[in-house]
């Protein structure tokens, strides 16, 4: 006879929200999306007096294609997001992200989609009204979405880490791998991001790629974030990590790599993908994201993560306002300072109390109960964080500096 957690880890059931184009959410949400930052307040004003979800953001106006194309990506997957069930996407009417392309994008799901320009509507409290009165008819419709059995092949789920410490590498790390190993498994998909912190740990990753294409795209990948990186530290100290980590214990980029790949076990690497790009693989995924939380989770959620795994040594209460961030803790005294925040502990393995199987097993279950809708710590907020990466920002500064160098102000008479 099988025992309690056996027969729970083998049940790969949930029950979700199957949605018009075959995708199933774990959430059902509608989401207030404000395409330029001018029209924050309107639309987190819309969610917080209806129950929608939103999210605060400096974005939506500026004259680089290449964010603003990455802006309005990863507006589309948040509202494309099998966990939204409805969007209202709130436009001031003057910004260069374009309202339209993000809400046909969204439609093309079959999903509700309405949008609202607050210069045509006489302005923020009267878009405000207006909107709470389109999220009241957009609840009566998503009640009506059809539940329906999901299966963990079904699942993607993210992987994160942040605020690390010395016991990350050797605990929740290492757990959450132990979690990812049954999760894919059983035919589900993990994705692994942070391509800063595979700085150093690439040649471990490299031996894992299906094909010798997804090894040769890795590792351009990392060198050229190792590239980016040397170009802005004032040294050639190599160091690379937060004043954070390094209180933690952890010393070098080398190390926190280290650490950090273990989240993502033992799996081939079956896909790479762009930052906010879905997967159309099944197995462990790669991400182009930065080491930034917020910037790398925010990417991962616009590629359609169900969930978070985010582990950490000290403790955060960041989020996501469409999908539950579960926040594993390296060690018992976190969990027990940040109760409020940290779902589950892989403190028991430093104390020598549980094997890295068993808590990841513990972490399996968390998955699973979560996609049955237990709620994650962090989904006590309705306004969530967000970020994009400026990656272009990057190379303008080194090419300004360069410019610098050489006296070179070419507009200058």
């Known amino acids: 006879m099988k025992s309690t957690r056996e027969s729970r880890v083998s049940d790969m059931k949930f029950k979700g929200y199957r949605r018009a184009d075959g995708s199933i959410g774990i959430r059902n949400h509608i989401l207030v999306i404000p395409t330029v930052s001018c029209v924050n307040r309107v639309a987190l004003d819309i969610a917080s007096k209806t129950g929608a979800v939103t999210f605060m953001h400096p974005y939506g106006c500026t004259f680089d294609a290449e964010e603003n ?42 999903k509700p989609v309405e949008m609202l320009i607050v210069q045509k509507e ?24 059809p539940s329906d059995e999901g299966d963990v092949s079904e699942l993607i789920v993210a992987l994160e880490c942040g605020s690390s410490d010395a016991f990350s590498g050797l605990t929740a790390n290492p757990a959450v791998g132990e979690a990812a190993d049954i999760l894919v498994g059983a035919g589900g998909t993990v994705v692994l991001s942070e391509i800063t912190e595979m700085v150093g740990a690439e040649r471990v990753l490299w031996r894992r790629g299906k094909t010798d294409k997804i090894k040769q795209d890795l590792m351009t990948l990392i060198k050229e974030y190792e590239i980016e990186l040397s170009m802005t530290t004032q ?71 169900h969930m978070v795994l985010f582990t950490t040594g000290k403790g955060t209460p960041t989020g996501s306002c469409i999908a539950p961030v579960l926040k594993i803790s390296s060690n018992n005294d976190t969990f027990k300072a940040l109760r409020e925040d940290i779902d589950l502990s892989a403190g028991d393995v430093l104390e020598g109390t549980k094997s890295l199987k068993q808590v990841g097993e513990e972490i399996v279950e968390l998955v699973m109960d979560t996609a049955n809708g237990q709620q994650a710590k962090a989904e006590y907020f309705n306004i969530q964080e967000f970020a994009i990466p400026n990656v272009s920002v990057v190379r303008k500064e080194v090419i300004h500096q360069k410019l610098a160098e050489q006296n070179d102000f070419r507009f200058q008479q």
């Open 69 to 110: 194309t990455t802006t309005e990506d990863t507006f589309i997957g948040h509202g494309r997001h099998q966990n939204v069930g409805a969007v209202l996407v709130v436009s001031l009417g003057c910004e260069t992200a374009s309202a339209r392309r993000i809400a046909d994008a969204i439609s093309t799901t079959g």
């Open 235 to 305: 040294d050639d100290s190599g160091v690379f990590i937060s004043p954070g980590n390094i209180e933690g214990g952890l010393t070098t980029i080398e190390e926190k790599s280290l650490g950090c790949i273990y989240k993502a076990g033992t799996q081939p690497i079956v896909q790479i993908v762009k930052y906010g790009e879905r997967p159309t693989e099944k197995g462990v995924v790669i991400m182009d994201t930065p080491g930034f939380d917020i910037a790398s989770v925010t990417g991962k959620v616009a590629g359609g993560a």
């Open 122 to 145: 006489g302005g923020a409290r009267s878009t405000r009204d207006t909107g709470i009165g389109i999220v009241e008819r957009l609840k009566g419709q998503i009640a009506a979405e």
